[in-house]
Every structure is written in C-alpha cells, then in structure tokens.
C-alpha cells in the first residue's frame, strides 16, 4: 500500500541553518536511501530521535516534498506522477500543518469535506461520528483560537480524517498532549487499523512504539538502520526492550558514537 524505494531527500542549508546545524556542508541529507513497505491493516512506526528524518520521510509521502532520489507510491500511485491521486488517498497530519485560529472546528471540517468533493449529508455524518469520538462536540463553534492544546489536536485529527483516507500518515500524533487525550487518539489509531486502513506514526516515545506498532523502522541519521516486529528488532539486537534494541543500534550507527 505504501511502497519507498532508495528514498533520498538533500536539502540545501541557507547560512542561517547552517550555522544552526554547526556545518560548512550547505547540503544536509535528511534521508539516505531509505526503502521500506506496509500494508492495510497495520500500524507502521517510524521511530528515531529528533532530526532523524521521519518528518522529511513523511512529508515525501505526502506529496509535500519531492524526493531528491528514489520513488514513493502510495495504493499503487507515484507520488511525483500522480499527487492528486496520493493526496485523495491519505490523511496527513503533521505540528507544521496548523488549522486556521480564525475559524471554528465546524467550519474547518465542512471546508475541508467540500474541498475533497464530499456531499453535505456524508460530511455531516462524518463530522458528528469523528467529533463525538472526539469529545469535540460542546467546542465546534468555539474559535480554534480559544481551544486548549489538546483539543486543537483532536479537531486536527479529525478534519484530516473527513474524507476516510485508505492511508494515515500521522507525524508525531500525541506530542505535547496529556495521557488522556494521548490515548483517545492511539486507541483511534487501532480501530482505523481494524477497519483495514494503513497508518503510519512517527514518534520518539519508545513506550508508545512498543505498544501501538505492529512493525517499526528505526531511522538514525536518515538511514533506516532495522525495521521489523517488536520481537524481530529485540532478536536482531539481543535487547529486552525497545528503548535498550534502540541504544544499541544508535552506538552501532550513529556517526558521533555514544557511551
Ligand atoms: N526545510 C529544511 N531545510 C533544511 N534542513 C531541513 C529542513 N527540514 C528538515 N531539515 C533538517 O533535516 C534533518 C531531518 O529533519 P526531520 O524534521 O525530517 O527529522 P525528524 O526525525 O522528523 O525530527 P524531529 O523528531 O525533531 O521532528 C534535520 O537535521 C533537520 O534540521
């Protein structure tokens, strides 16, 4: 459903980021030859440390970056041939992508729905089955603005959801919220999976990895460096648990060795 094959992405550093990136390099490969699979019915994990890539790996998924090298299709369509098509097939949810502060989680369901083509009657039956899920019901004519942090993300979750995606590609999906709404949105994540779709998370919380992911890729330094079941990553690093399998592959690969 999802297929990246020899995905290289280099971004040209202006002398600001270079100097934040303490580097003379004005090139910065965010993602290095990465190739992985899933399929409907899981939930894929990127899993790798900040600046690792998951965003850059992602954003070449959804169509919002082009690949310097390699090919994305998303349910059989190239991201570079066919956008649209991809764009129609996935929801993307990413901290970058912020919904208007203007405006209320109602209408940015109902514009959302009519920019995807649906009909008033299927966009009001999404929107009162995602926002009960949601608990946004009592706050879906309050200004996004005056929505607690928590709540704008749920109302994010839901509005990219308004057109039943195949595929759902969440960047950091729980950052920043509290254990409760964390939750609410991981056990979505689940049911989404029985309903068959595809869903791909990124996340540095191992907990989080361990327990929602079916297969997990380990990105360091752009490189996907293994990628498997929980089980086959703690067989191929002879660790325990996740956190200690992500240690040793991070000494084992990471350029400025740690420890
Ligand atoms: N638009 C950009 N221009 C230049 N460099 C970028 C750009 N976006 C990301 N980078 C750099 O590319 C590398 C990978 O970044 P990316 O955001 O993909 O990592 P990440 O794994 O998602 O990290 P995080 O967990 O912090 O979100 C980092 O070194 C980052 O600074």
Do not use: W
């Amino acid at each position: 459903m999802i297929e990246i094959n020899n995905l290289t992405k280099v971004y040209r550093l202006n002398k600001k980021q270079m100097a934040e990136q303490k580097t003379k390099n004005n090139l910065k490969k965010a993602a290095d030859n990465i190739s992985l699979s899933a399929k409907k019915g899981e939930i894929y994990g990127l899993l790798g440390p900040n600046g690792a890539g998951k965003t850059t790996t992602l954003r070449c998924v959804a169509t919002l970056l082009k690949p310097t090298e390699g090919k994305v299709s998303v349910c059989g369509y190239d991201t570079i041939k066919d956008p649209e098509r991809v764009r129609k097939s996935i929801a993307f949810l990413t901290n970058e992508i912020k919904l208007d502060p203007q405006f209320t989680p109602k209408y940015m369901f109902n514009f959302f729905g009519r920019l995807h083509g649906l009909e008033e009657a299927v966009i009001n039956e999404r929107r009162e089955m995602l926002f009960r899920y949601f608990g946004i019901n009592d706050f879906q004519d309050k200004k996004i603005d005056e929505l607690s942090t928590g709540m704008k993300q749920k109302a994010s979750i839901a509005v990219s959801l308004v057109h039943d995606p195949e595929v759902v590609i969440f960047d950091e999906p729980t950052n920043g919220l509290d254990i409760v709404t964390a939750r609410s949105v991981t056990d979505y994540l689940r049911q989404l999976k029985q309903e068959g779709k595809l869903v791909i998370v990124s996340t540095h919380i191992m907990s989080e990895a361990e327990k929602l992911c079916d297969r997990i890729g380990i990105i360091i330094q752009g490189k996907k460096v293994a990628d498997g079941t929980l089980e086959e990553i703690l067989q191929l690093t002879g660790a325990t648990d996740l956190e200690d399998a992500f240690f040793e592959l991070y000494k084992e690969y990471s350029i400025e060795n740690i420890g």
